[in-house]
């Protein structure tokens, strides 16, 4: 059974930067994309980047280039997002999502999210 | 990037049936077949219900079903269940590689 599950949020400061973890267990973690998603209070689900199985792909939205870094080490089984310059409007639950195939066109499995929350 | 437009809300009563739109530009459901659908209840983990337009996961009833036409594609409910009530969400790939999630839905159950 395909399980994931997100550590590492918390509260941090605007300008400070914090690392989520997504352990995931359950499937050949290293023959799959993964990706985060993210949802702020009361709005809708957004997509925040994508890694490929091997970690040599990744691909971010425009929200967060520059300032966020996913990465992944298939010998864990655990998916990264180093967030860097943090700033109020990053507030969100954060998702980790396994993609179907070593790229990948949907999110087929979902971890339970992590609360992000950025305030002085 | 922008968010692909869904209407805030629809409504039905049980047994009804009722469709959702997802509509996009030509660098997203324009551009490919990869539109999936996503059914999320507050406090729990999304669900993929729809993916490649118009394919189910074996775990969704087949109450489910989606189409797309040109820039918009479409998610309709049929049988109205209390417990369908949830938001949904619609995404795309895009011609960039990334993915672009619509606003969100919010079904009523009356």
């Known amino acids: 059974q395909v399980h994931m599950v997100e550590s590492g949020g918390g509260v941090v400061q605007p300008g400070g930067s914090l690392r989520l973890s997504c352990a995931a267990s359950g499937f050949t973690f290293g023959t799959f994309a993964m990706h985060w998603v993210r949802q702020p209070p009361g709005k809708g689900l957004q997509w925040l980047t994508v890694?490929?199985?091997?970690?040599?792909?990744?691909y971010y939205s425009d929200s967060v280039h520059g300032r966020f870094t996913v990465s992944r080490d298939n010998s864990l089984s655990t998916l990264y997002l180093q967030m860097d310059s943090l700033r109020p409007e990053d507030t969100a639950i954060y998702y980790c999502a396994k993609g179907n195939a070593g790229w990948g066109t949907f999110f087929d499995s979902w971890g339970q999210g992590i609360l992000v929350t950025v305030s002085s | 990037q922008s968010a692909l437009t869904q209407p805030a809300s629809v409504a039905g009563s049980p047994g009804q049936s009722l469709t959702i739109s997802c509509t996009g530009t030509s660098s997203d459901i324009g551009d490919n077949d990869y539109v999936s659908w996503y059914q999320h209840h507050p406090g729990r983990a999304p669900k993929v219900i729809i993916y490649?337009?118009?394919r189910r996961p074996s775990n969704v009833p087949n109450r489910f079903s989606g189409s797309k036409s040109g820039l918009t594609a479409s998610l309709t409910i049929s049988g109205l269940q209390p417990d369908d009530e949830a938001d949904y969400y619609c995404?795309?790939?895009?011609?960039?590689?990334?993915?672009?999630f619509g606003s969100g839905t919010t079904v009523i159950v009356l």
């Open positions: 490649d337009v118009s």
């Open positions: 995404t795309s790939y895009t011609n960039s590689k990334t993915y672009v």
């Open positions: 890694i490929s199985y091997d970690g040599n792909n990744r």
